[in-house]
């Protein structure tokens, strides 16, 4: 049960990782065609067809434009935007790819900012750059997205800096849908969130994703920040909280070659062209695919009924993580609750089945394991058997 | 030339009303399928058909959320969030129209909330029952949308209340567009608004829409609202901008029943029922239908080429802008550049169909007149020769 409730530091900072009042007011809407879906799968409103659907999924960047305003405001350059553009469509495109959407998505994008702090044009051509360059770099792996729409509200009475979302919305065969009904007796295979470049990428990465930025830069950054740079804290945030950590953001991040801010930066990797590889040219039997995203590896959780997952990530964490628990004094479960900690998908599937799972991701350069299986649970809950640096621990629904 | 620039006034709350370097950037992305069309369309991305095309539009209710905040921090009441549901729905929707698409939307919400002054679940609940009262009642009207998905997000150091944004998908034959490549000769018919309830709603509407707010806040509620709800402003804006209008929020707005924050909250009137009607039912000839929003009455300089629109909005505006008019002490001719006017759909059909339109308007409850026509402009330049409130201006682009 050690898994119940929300971290109370991370509350503290405005923040609700499990999202409770979220899923009870959008219960409201029932549940989509399939019960425990991903993502919420609609009927075909464009064209009534029973043998297709309408997938259309929201989320963005969050905080983490804090963190490319920041960077501008420190050097002037506000080429850390085409990242961001990167974050606010992988965060739909990875969550998409959970239901069996692997290609023919349009993207629209919304920017809502405060025009004197980040009305810079550059800033604007950076998230234009960034939404086409990744648009491009995908098609060149099978994976389409059309650019298709965008907002760039100015709303200085509301918005401090700058906010980036995105909807991508696509329409596919139900026969290709993958319903996430996980059962006991599958392997757990998980794909790494950083590491080196993959094939389609052009850098290495830290793995950090987009969920967590605003504990990572409050207990990451540290002084000078909140004094130089007051736009980039909620006002009404304890000062003790805000901006406490050890390194300034140009400071190097231990473990590492990069700062602490390119680290905290890198954009979120994508799965997609491994994803439609499994599913299209290797035509694995992929029972279920898990983004861990809002939640951290918790949001297993929500899958199956009876299940309990048996996860063991490894000895080695990504040392951005290290360094966030480390300043934060915060437990690996904690931690777990929160971050991806290095494995940001995981794949399920018949045991016999994951080597070539493996085999597929590290065809792209993206680091793989067999992290574990899923079993029966005895508690008749879900529940979450995670192993990570040499801890373990369980969480439960 | 009288048009050119934008407002200094408008400029000094942070807002673009012309948003010359949005379109700037945004032209990096190329002009989609049609080179003018009101909202860019895209090839058939799902499905690769030639015959078919998929239109995503992205808008949101800007800052009128935060007239709805107030009404919230006033009254305890989170009501008012159900109109904001229906802004941002219908920013979408009705800029959809305009390039023929009336039916069969899925709709994505983003919220974008500071969880301490904005979590209330009972804020979360009003704006998921206004979006499905809003799908509701458009599905009785043959306008169908499925609301589709949403994202949630807390993101305090960022946003300083609350913003809502949705996006509106649609898969459409290529054979319906309507192009806007607006030709002299054209009659010219502007729907209300505002006014009495049409037959799709349930209240009065003041016509103020969702463009502007920035604008009418701060011009029209005055004394207090600045001091008790400094979350509600832009800590960049100089002192006398803010909240420095004669209204308390709960005062009457004069010439009405209502109040002045009733009247800013009046939720924005679609105009779906009656474009469906008019190119589905009635199937009348029309060449282009231009929403009236950013931009105000200046946005029909964005279409056509060396086309004089002679527009007559008549001589009675609703109260709400006479309001904002007498407090700013703007000129008409700066108000068109930012407002509706009461008039916020503009369509364009040969002269013999304009009574036709008018009385499907008005069969549904929504005022309509025959304003205008378009014609041949002697500079060759588009340009806009409007007259309102008994002044007579040229706007050129």
Redesign the interface.
Known sequence: MGGRGESESYRR????AS?D??H???A??GP?LLDRAF??V??D???GDPDHC???????A??K??LAYLAYRLTGEASAFRGIAQDAIVMNLDDLLCVGATS???????V?R????A?D?AI??A???GT?AFASRMGEFGV????????????????????V?A?L????ERARLIDNDIRPGLAIVALASGGPAARYEDDWNSGIGCNGL?AA?HELLGPGVAGLYP???????EPDLVYRGPFHPTDRLPGTDRTVLDALLSPTRTFAPVVRALLEDARLPVRGLIHITGGGHAKCLRFGRGVRYVVDLGDDVPAVFGAIRSASGRSWMEMAKVFNLGWRMLVLCPPEHAAAVVGVARGFGVEARVAGATELSASGSNELALRVAREFFVLSA
């Not at 900072?13 to 609700?16: E, I, P």
């Not at 736009?231 to 945030?237: F, I, K, N, R, V």
């Open positions: 900072l405005g923040v609700s999202k009042d979220v009870r007011a959008v409201a809407l989509g993502c919420r609609n009927p409103v464009f064209h309408v997938v259309s999924h929201a989320d963005g969050g905080t434009s804090i023919g998505f349009v993207v629209a994008s919304i809502n405060h025009a004197r702090r009305g044009p604007l051509d998230l234009v750059a086409q389409r997205l059309a650019v298709g729409g965008g907002e760039t509200a100015d709303v200085g009475d509301v918005v401090r800096t700058v906010l979302d909807v919305t696509t329409r596919m605003t830069r736009e980039a804290a909620d006002d009404l945030l």
